[in-house]
């Protein structure tokens, strides 16, 4: 599930005071609170640029990212309502993120695709992989229109589409995906991920892959292949 942590949007740009001190207040406040400064922002942001400006994507998307932080803090024992709660806020936030995406960059677009991946993503956190399959699927489709389809958001998605295939389960599916996003990996040279990854985080990602496939192997009870992974 590494590689299926949400993507982080842009950070924001302002021309005025009260970001720069709630980016403040954040960075003091404890855990519980970073849910209610996240609200805060994204109910300020809807006011000032209205509820489908490009502009509220970010405080939207953070608030995402912080209902899903603090579900995954929260053991499943001692939730109660409140992880699927948290959860299910996510999911709408992130469809009202895919909503603005579609309005302003379009259908095939590579920032339709990210959120296409956040989306899919809590859906697996809720336990629906079905949906979870269909929203990598399309976003899979839409990264290899932007990027080819040897493409590193490619290989990342690949990834997240195995995840749901082996949740379904569907194994033989689970390790076509795993494998796919392996050989994207394995073609590129350590440290050559647009200049921006130090080879060993091209090793960790290959190492990460391996053991996932590995394990995928073995729930498909194909023991010579998950030993070669190892």
């Known amino acids: 599930w590494r590689s299926l942590a949400p993507r982080r949007g842009p950070a924001t740009e302002t021309d005025d005071g009260p970001a720069v001190e709630e980016g403040a207040a954040r960075a003091a406040a404890s855990e519980p609170d970073m849910v209610d400064l996240a609200r805060m922002q994204y109910r300020a942001d809807q006011e000032r640029y209205g509820a489908d400006d490009e502009q509220v994507k970010v405080s939207c998307y953070n608030l995402a990212f912080e209902c899903i932080a603090a579900a995954r803090r929260t053991s499943v024992a001692e939730s109660g309502a409140g992880r699927p709660a948290l959860l299910t806020e996510a999911r709408d936030l992130l469809e009202h993120n895919l909503q603005i995406d579609e309005k302003h960059s379009g259908q095939d677009s590579a920032n339709y695709a990210s959120s296409l991946y956040n989306l899919a993503c809590v859906h697996g956190e809720l336990g629906d992989c079905m949906r ?99």
């Open 132 to 230: 979870m399959r269909e929203l990598m699927e399309e976003a899979l489709r839409v990264e290899v229109l932007c990027s080819g389809p040897n493409g590193l958001e490619a290989a990342r998605t690949l990834c997240g589409l195995a995840a749901a295939h082996t949740a379904a389960p569907d194994v033989p599916r689970a390790r076509e995906a795993l494998e796919g996003a392996l050989r994207i990996w394995e073609a590129l040279p350590p440290g050559s991920r647009d200049g921006k990854e130090a080879p060993d985080d091209v090793f960790e990602e290959l190492h990460a892959l391996r053991v996932a496939l590995a394990s995928v192997c073995l729930l498909g009870e194909e023991a010579a292949d998950a030993a070669r992974a190892v």
